[in-house]
């Protein structure tokens, strides 16, 4: 079998998460027809900033939109080869997310209860 080009490997246009249309499974995240991410833990989700979770951010915005106005092409496989000068890095963004969600919400949950003057 011959090695596939990594630009075509780890090409993103759009992840999605596993399951059906209807019965969504936030524990795996289909990154191309050649990456499954599987055994995601439910607190990647729990992590968000302004009020969405980080690992949504990343799904929505590392792939490949055209915005319809103008017609501008925004693909995150074309900034990470001539940016950050590797093809997985869309990948490897996702799976810093996920390890960051988790070890976040490790730590806000071993936080004491807060306890204001007053209470």
């Known amino acids: 079998m011959a ?21 969504k499974d936030r524990t795996t995240i289909r990154y191309n027809d050649h990456i499954t991410i599987t055994d995601i833990p439910p607190e990647a989700w729990e992590y968000a900033v302004s009020g969405r979770p980080a690992l949504q951010w990343v799904m929505q915005r590392q792939g490949v939109r055209t915005d319809t106005a103008s017609g501008i092409v925004n693909d995150a496989n074309a900034w ?6 590797t093809p997985r890095y869309p990948l490897d963004l996702l799976a810093r997310v996920i390890t960051i969600s988790v070890r976040t919400m490790e730590i806000v949950n071993a936080l004491p209860e807060l306890r204001l003057e007053g209470d």
């Open 80 to 85: 990470a080869i001539e940016t950050m000068h």
């Open 3 to 23: 090695e596939q080009d990594p630009a075509a490997l780890y090409r993103v246009a759009k992840m999605r998460l596993g399951g059906t249309a209807r019965d």
